[in-house]
């Protein structure tokens, strides 16, 4: 006999820990704002009422890094904004996560030479990347769901369970 059956029509619901702390944390991102480029421009345009981010919890940008827990690297990183760039990651309240957006931010775009970091994953590990030059709003929410479904997965220890594929 099962739970269902013992507590009938009380409208009781069973979950574990981990799906409703994982369920917050995804439905409640505070992105750090770090436009560096022409990349912010579009990250600035993914909060406009045609793409609206607040459907994602995400209504409310933060300046402060001890406020946020998604940074989003939207651009270029030079040589000299790197140390800054971990600075600020090092004060991001634990769980934390980084997307970087565009392909500056990826791979150093075009810019191969040596003030330029040739890819953000050289200062701060990276959790998604989102392609393009620059990458369209629709892009960036593509991002951001790619980074919800890899919170669900998480166990509460920080590592990833693997999904399952059928």
Not at 97 to 114: H, L, P, Q
Not at 126 to 135: F, I, K, S
Request: glycine residues 8%; neutral net charge.
């Amino acid at each position: 006999m099962g739970l269902e059956q013992k507590a009938g029509d009380l409208g009781i619901v069973t979950t574990s820990l981990e799906t409703v702390v994982n369920w917050s944390r995804s439905n409640a991102m505070w992105p750090l704002l770090f436009g560096l480029a022409c990349c912010a421009i579009e990250m600035m345009g993914s909060q406009s009422a045609n793409y609206d981010l607040s459907r994602f919890g995400m209504e409310i940008n933060r300046a402060s890094p001890r406020q946020a827990d998604l940074m989003i690297v939207a651009g270029r990183v030079s040589r000299k904004m790197a140390p800054v760039v971990r600075r600020l990651y090092d004060q991001m309240s634990d769980p934390k996560w980084v997307i970087a957006m565009g392909d500056c931010a990826a791979c150093g775009g075009v810019f191969n030479n040596y003030a330029i970091v040739q890819g953000v994953d050289e200062v701060i590990p990276v959790d998604v990347y989102v392609a393009g030059c620059p990458p369209r709003p629709e892009a960036l929410i593509d991002g951001i769901v790619q980074l919800h479904a890899k919170v669900h997965r998480m166990k509460l220890d920080g590592s990833i369970r693997q999904p399952v594929r059928v």
